[in-house]
C-alpha cells in the first residue's frame, strides 16, 4: 500500500499539482470560471426564451425578435470579459491591481482583433468588426490578451519600473503607477497586430480546427470523461486543471452556435460537432464522475451511513457538486470504488455520442452553458428537446445499477467493521 | 464576532458547509459570521477574515494558501476530507474551537 501511494504521488499527483499550480494555468482556470458567470446571464435569456416559444403565434412577434437579438448580444460579447477576467485573474496571483490589468486585457483584445473604422455617407464614422469574434469564438484571444497584459504589467511592477508618485491621492497613485506599464501593454499588442501583420484571431481558427476535430473525436472524448474523475480519485480537483482544455470545447459550441444561427438543423451532417461544451455538460450528471446515479443508489442501500450520506448529497448533487461523496463516502483514493467511478462516466459518453450521432437528440448548440443547473434541466436548455430529458434519465437509471453491487459489498464490509468495533 | 471564512475549488462545495458550521456554532450560542469563496479570493477576503478554513479539494494549493495567510500571520485550517465530505458541521466547530 505504502509503494503504491508512493508511485502515484511521484508520476501523477505531483507532477499535476505543478502543472494546476502554473501561474498561467491558475489564471486561465481562475478567468474562466468567474468569465462562465457571464453566461449565466445569456442562460437565463434562453430559458426565457425557450418559455416564450411555447407561447403560439409570439416568434413571428417584433417584440420575439428584440428578445433574441438581446440574448445574442450578451453571448455576442463575452469574449470580451473573459479578456478582463483572465487578466485580472493573473493580476491577482501576481498580487498586482486586477482591475488595472484588467482594464489592459480588454484594451489588448481590440486591438487583437483588429477593428476598422469605416466612414459613412453621413460622415459618421462606425466601429466595424466581424461580430462573432467578441463572443465565445474568442475566447483563445482572450487567453492571449489577458496574460499579455498580465504578464506585461507584472514584469514592470517587479523591476520597479513604475512612476514614483508619492503624495498623490491613492486613487490617482494606482493610475499613475500602471501608467508605464499599460502604455507599453497597449504599445507591444498594436506593434504584434498592425506592424508584424499577426491576425490571432485567424490564426486561432485555423489551428483550433484540427485541434477540435482530435478532442471531439470520439475517443478524445473518451479520455476527458475518464480524466475528470481519474483526477479526483488521485486528489486533484478536476476544475483546477481541466479548464484549459474546457476552452477548446467552449470554442466548439461557438462553432455550433454560428451554425445554428444561420438556420441550419443541428445534425451531424450538417457541420456540427457533437463533442462540445454542451454536450459534456449535459452528461455531467451531478459532478465530475457523473455521480448522480451512485447519489440515488445511496439512497436505497440497505446501509444507515449510505442513505444518511445520500441523503446530504442529494441536494448539491443535484447541483452538480459532488465533494460530499468524493470525500464521504469516499471515493477518493478508495480501490472499492475506482472501477465504477472511472467507467460511469466513460459509458454515459459513449451512449450519448452514438446517441447523438444517428439524430435521436439534437446535438447541442447552445451558448448557455451554465455547470450548476440540474442536468435534466440543462439537458432541454442546451438542447431544446424534450428527448434529451429522456436520455439523461435512462443514463441517471444505468449509472444507479452500475454502481450497486459496488455499494452493496461496501456496505457489507462497513457492517462487518462496526460490529467488530462494538465488540 | 468572528469571521470565518472556507474556501474551495469554486466556492461552490462549501456553500453548502457553510450553513451547517454556522448551525453547529449557533446551537453553542456562540455567534460567528462565515463565508464561502473560492481559494483564488483569499487575498480579497483575507483582511475581513479571523479564522481560515480549507477544503481538501484545493489540497494542491495549500502551499500558496499557506504563504498568503502567514502574511497575515493566519494559520489556515485544512478539513480532514471524512468531515469535510459528511458536512459534519459541529465536528468542524470542534476544530475550529481547539485550535
Not at chain 1, 472501477?339 to 439534437?362: E, H, K
Not at chain 2, 462549501?14 to 446551537?27: D, G, M, Q, R, Y
Request: glycine content about 6%.
Amino acid at each position: 500500500m505504502a509503494i503504491e501511494k508512493k508511485w502515484h504521488e511521484k508520476f501523477i499527483v505531483d507532477p499535476l499539482n505543478k502543472f494546476a499550480n502554473l501561474r498561467i494555468i491558475k489564471s486561465i482556470s481562475g478567468g474562466i470560471a468567474s468569465g462562465v458567470n457571464i453566461l449565466l446571464i445569456g442562460s437565463i435569456l434562453s430559458i426565457i426564451s425557450i418559455l416564450m416559444s411555447f407561447i403560439p403565434g409570439l416568434k413571428e412577434t417584433e417584440f420575439s425578435v428584440k428578445f433574441f437579438a438581446l440574448k445574442e448580444l450578451v453571448f455576442g460579447i463575452v469574449g470580451v470579459f473573459f479578456a478582463y477576467s483572465i487578466g485580472a485573474a493573473n493580476a491577482k496571483y501576481n498580487k498586482i491591481d486586477k482591475q488595472s490589468v484588467g482594464f489592459f486585457a480588454v484594451i489588448v483584445y481590440y486591438i487583437f482583433m483588429r477593428p476598422e473604422f469605416v466612414i459613412d455617407e453621413n460622415g459618421i464614422t462606425l466601429f466595424q468588426a466581424e461580430f462573432s469574434k467578441f463572443g465565445t469564438n474568442g475566447i483563445f484571444v482572450s487567453l492571449v490578451s489577458g496574460l499579455w497584459a498580465g504578464e506585461i504589467t507584472n514584469f514592470f511592477k517587479k523591476h520597479g519600473w513604475v512612476m514614483k508618485s508619492e503624495g498623490l491621492p491613492e486613487i490617482i497613485q494606482t493610475w499613475f503607477d500602471y501608467l508605464i506599464a499599460g502604455t507599453v501593454v497597449t504599445l507591444s499588442a498594436w506593434a504584434f497586430t498592425d506592424l508584424l501583420n499577426v491576425d490571432l484571431f485567424t490564426i486561432f481558427s485555423t489551428i483550433l480546427i484540427p485541434i477540435i476535430d482530435i478532442f471531439s473525436s470520439f475517443w478524445g472524448t473518451l479520455l476527458l470523461a475518464a480524466s475528470g474523475p481519474l483526477l479526483f480519485y488521485f486528489g486533484i480537483h478536476p476544475l483546477s486543471v481541466l479548464y484549459p482544455v474546457f476552452a477548446v470545447y467552449i470554442a466548439a459550441a461557438a462553432h455550433n452556435a454560428d451554425l445554428l444561427a444561420r438556420g441550419l438543423a443541428p445534425t451531424l451532417a450538417n457541420g456540427f460537432i457533437i463533442n462540445n461544451y454542451g454536450t459534456l455538460l449535459m452528461i455531467n450528471l451531478g459532478g465530475a464522475g457523473s455521480t448522480l446515479g451512485l447519489n440515488i443508489a445511496l439512497l436505497f442501500s440497505k446501509s444507515e451511513t449510505h442513505r444518511k450520506l445520500g441523503r446530504l448529497a442529494i441536494l448539491p448533487g443535484i447541483l452538480n457538486i459532488n465533494e460530499p461523496l468524493i470525500f464521504g463516502l469516499p471515493i477518493i483514493f478508495n480501490p472499492a470504488f475506482f472501477i465504477p467511478y472511472v467507467i460511469v462516466p466513460i459509458i454515459n459518453q459513449a451512449i450519448a455520442y452514438f446517441v447523438l450521432s444517428f439524430g435521436w437528440v439534437r446535438i447541442p448548440a447552445s451558448l448557455a452553458l451554465s455547470m450548476h443547473i440540474p442536468s435534466v434541466i440543462n439537458a432541454y436548455i442546451l438542447t431544446e428537446d424534450y428527448r434529451a430529458i429522456f436520455l439523461v434519465l435512462i443514463l441517471i437509471t444505468l449509472d444507479a445499477l452500475i454502481w450497486v453491487p459496488f455499494l452493496k459489498t461496501h456496505a457489507r464490509q462497513q457492517l462487518i467493521q462496526e460490529t467488530q468495533k462494538s465488540n | 464576532m468572528t469571521n470565518i471564512l472556507l474556501v474551495c475549488q469554486g466556492g461552490m462545495s462549501s456553500s453548502f458547509l457553510v450553513k451547517k458550521i454556522h448551525e453547529a456554532f449557533t446551537k453553542n450560542q456562540e455567534e460567528i459570521q462565515i463565508i464561502s469563496k473560492a481559494s483564488m479570493e483569499i487575498v480579497d477576503y483575507i483582511d475581513w477574515a479571523d479564522i481560515i478554513l480549507v477544503s481538501p479539494s484545493v489540497l494542491y494549493a495549500m502551499d500558496e494558501i499557506m504563504e498568503v495567510c502567514q502574511e497575515y500571520g493566519i494559520i489556515p485550517i485544512l478539513i480532514p476530507l471524512e468531515l469535510y465530505g459528511r458536512m459534519d458541521g459541529d465536528a468542524i466547530r470542534k476544530l475550529i474551537v481547539n485550535s
